[in-house]
């Protein structure tokens, strides 16, 4: 597992969390969630890497959860019993699926979710957190920045820029990451990934 792929599978603990805060249950946080949130946030580079070209091609992902989506086509893959992932050199996308009680508020991810967030992954500051209108209904999205896992050789950390949405019907949340250097321009790929979920 690549340095930033290890930072994204704290994404997955900070959804398993925010589900087991919808369902009234408190877990303790991970040993060094302290020093992961007094981490200094690292200066984002000028000219960063990790813009998708406009000319990525993007391909029907299926699960069989029971959900959908575009994903960009011959990033690396690797499968979950919960979801799956997709890591192209510094950007990534996380799609997960879980259980949830009910379905999450802008209120409920502010007082659960950013505060896991925040203890998950390192030097978290959340831009915003907001309900979106998408083709597949309502979802509450959070824009934040992050430094990624230390590289294992050179002990450098990019800024990185993300956006977690999350989805929900019937019981079940789909937590959907992508993430990517701070600045690179990946705006309307973004877009296109979060509006194709759809379920099934």
């Known amino acids: 597992m690549n340095n930033i792929a290890t ?109 896991n967030l925040k203890t998950t992954e390192r030097a978290v500051t959340v831009a915003s957190v907001n309900a979106v209108k998408l083709p597949a209904g309502s979802a509450i999205r959070i824009v934040y920045t992050s430094n990624s896992e230390p590289n294992a050789v050179t002990n450098k950390q990019i800024r990185l820029e993300n956006e977690r949405y999350l989805y929900f019907k019937d019981g079940k949340l789909v937590t959907l990451e992508l993430y990517a250097p701070k600045g690179a321009d990946n705006v309307d790929q973004w877009q296109l990934m979060s509006q194709s979920f759809q379920w099934k």
């Open 7 to 115: 930072n994204r599978a704290r994404t997955i603990l900070a959804a398993v969390l925010f589900s087991a805060a919808c369902l009234g249950f408190v877990l303790p946080f991970a040993t060094g969630s302290q020093a992961l949130s007094a981490e200094k946030a690292v200066q984002a580079e000028k000219n960063p890497p990790g813009d998708i070209p406009d000319t990525q091609v993007f391909i029907d992902y299926a699960s069989s959860q029971g959900f959908a989506m575009k994903v960009p086509e011959g990033w690396a893959r690797s499968d979950r019993a919960d979801g799956a992932s997709f890591v192209d050199k510094l950007d990534g996308v996380i799609v997960k699926i879980s259980k949830a009680a009910v379905a999450p508020t802008v209120e409920n991810v502010k007082a659960n979710e950013v505060p």
